[in-house]
């Protein structure tokens, strides 16, 4: 009887242990698959996070990518420009050179009838002698105006700066008058030589004369440019082109300089950053400013006495 009892009670201690045990083992197991659980939560969330920012990144590389074609077709828009711009200096350029063989028969023509009538006819010598200055002035411009637009390697030069402005003045001077526009230079006397190329330098001028033109053009008052020389300091000489028009917009001043920017309905936006990069690699500065009453001034600084000037 005794023995009976204490089998029993093993009995039910051990399978007390392998209940015990089950237990163990199952909540083990629940755990695990929480952890897992847990594991493919975070993971189902992560992917769809990388899902939402892909499309977000999606969208704005689409964007960007509209933007920079819109941008290209700009562009080529611009260079189509350029090229027929060039093509245009070429024509020019041919032209220039047929009407320079006509200007110089009149010029033989009235320099023969100037010595048959030489000693009477005195009106007409005088006449003669105007077609003569004419001939020559127009021929003096068209030489002038070829050698502006020639391809050719820079030549950096001892130049007088006064001298390439009267120079550039002559040759707008017409189109000044026809636009009732009053040209006006004050020249600093003793101004040392500069080195540059005269070409080039003229590109500059005639670019920053040409903007004084446009600001003038819906201008009431007086029409005026001024271009006035002097000595900034004993290391550079400024030059200045200063109009009375309808000034600069103070929107506008930081991206005057920059390519392809323009207040011009029908301008290319490249004058005033080819300017700069000219008179840069000249060691000079352009800058811009609205002058105190009316109209704008653009000034560049340019080294002098340069070497070998």
Known sequence: MKMTKQKKTKKFVSRNKTREAEQVRIAELILQQAYELRIK???LRNGAKKQIRSEKQIKIDAALIRKKNLEIAKQREELLHVTRVGKLAEFVSSLA???????TAILSYAQAAQRMLADREPESQKI?????DDDRRAVEVIRRLRSLLKKSVPEMKPLDINVLINDTVMLIATDA????????IELGSGLPLIRGDRIQ???VLLNLISNSFDALESSQGIREILIRT???DNHAIIVEVKDSGCGIPARNMLKLFTHFFTSKPDGLGMGLSISRSIVTAHGGRLDAINNRGRGATFYFTIPAGAKGA
């Open 41 to 43: 939560d975070g993971q």
């Open 97 to 103: 050179h047929e009407i320079s063989q006509p200007l």
């Open 128 to 132: 003669l002698s105007y077609i003569i």
């Open 177 to 184: 008058a026809v636009r009732n526009v009053i040209l006006k």
């Open 201 to 203: 330098l003229q590109q």
């Open 230 to 232: 002097s000595r900034k």
